[in-house]
């Protein structure tokens, strides 16, 4: 499990070793924290090592499978590193399909609704191949995601290895950094220090928001059941990010209101995943309703809260 120290690396450790699976976490730590694996230091099944994926990937022993999810994956993250962003989606993903291929295991690779870019189909399905600015700022991001695609497909056509690909939509949950510029932590954050939620342009654009116990779950059938063909998991249910503001003041009692800011370089007015084949090959579709998952999100942040800053990016 590469970048397992991270936001869903750690929720799917976590579910792979409750299905009663080995687990070997890999991480180096730029963007994913060791608190979010603490819980598993006495595991008997689960393993840590502290390693860059852009380099040789040694394992001993068998493997069924590799899951590549490690990258820098929010706005300020990939703005703040770009050149490792764009290395541990080509470089990184050489070396876990390489290790996949070298062990017979399948390999599953971590893509993003970002493959797509400012989208002029809507909902995106995913035969929709996307409109990219790729010299723009997030460029890095989105690039190195669609390179990773191309890589992944071209080892399964090429050496005939077993591979998924799974195109993720914003996901939210516990083990989210407070500061990593996400438009729910953002939110959230800012709300339980009784400051103004940061909004972008007039708050229109839209956002469909999956909790990770659902992303997890369909991750862990498209693992399972999936095919090559990449697969979009996230909620369909879209709502405009100033809806989400006013739902998040609601639930924390903020009284801070909101604040415009401008809208960031390339940021996607739309955003909102077509499941129907996830639903038709997977039998899967999310279940717990955004009010549900903010207030689970709320419960995790408010001790952080206090001495976290909200970062003006978001996604």
Not at 151 to 177: K, S
Not at 182 to 202: K, M
Not at 235 to 263: H, S
């Amino acid at each position: 499990m590469t970048g397992a120290a991270g936001f869903l690396g750690s929720h799917i450790c976590d579910r792979l070793l409750a299905l009663g699976a080995r687990v070997i976490g890999m991480d180096n730590f730029l963007t994913g924290h060791p608190t979010n694996l603490a819980h598993l230091t006495r595991h008997p099944d689960f393993q840590f090592t502290r390693h860059d994926v852009t380099t040789f990937i040694e394992i001993e022993g068998p493997l069924d499978g590799v899951l590549h999810f490690a990258s820098p994956a929010s706005p300020v993250d990939y703005l703040e590193l770009p050149i490792q962003t764009l290395k541990v989606g080509s470089l990184g993903t050489h070396k876990a399909l390489g290790l996949a291929r070298a062990k017979g295991a399948r390999l599953l690779l971590a893509s993003t609704s970002e493959v797509y870019g400012d989208p002029l189909v809507h909902p995106q399905p995913e035969s929709y191949w996307g409109n990219v600015n790729p010299v723009g700022p997030r460029g890095v991001y989105d690039e190195a995601k669609r390179f990773a695609e191309a890589m992944t497909m071209a080892y399964h056509r090429f050496h005939g290895l077993d591979t998924r690909i799974v195109r993720i939509f914003n996901t939210y949950g516990p083990r989210m950094r407070p500061n990593d510029g996400r438009v729910v932590s953002n939110f959230i954050v800012q709300a339980l220090r009784g400051e103004p939620l940061t909004i972008y342009g007039d708050g229109s654009q839209t956002r469909s928001f999956c909790y990770v116990d659902d992303l997890v779950e369909g991750i862990v059938r498209a693992f399972e059941r999936g095919t090559s063909e990449p697969i979009n998991l996230g909620n369909p249910i879209e709502c405009t990010v100033r809806q989400l503001a006013d739902q998040v003041l609601r639930l924390t009692g903020g009284t801070g209101g909101v604040e415009a800011r401008p809208l960031p370089t390339d940021d996607p007015q739309v955003r909102q995943p077509d499941i129907a084949r996830a639903r038709e090959r997977l039998g899967w579709e999310p279940v717990v309703p955004l009010e549900d998952g903010l207030r689970r999100t709320i419960e995790y942040f408010r001790p952080l809260a206090a001495g976290a800053r909200a970062t003006a990016v978001e996604r």
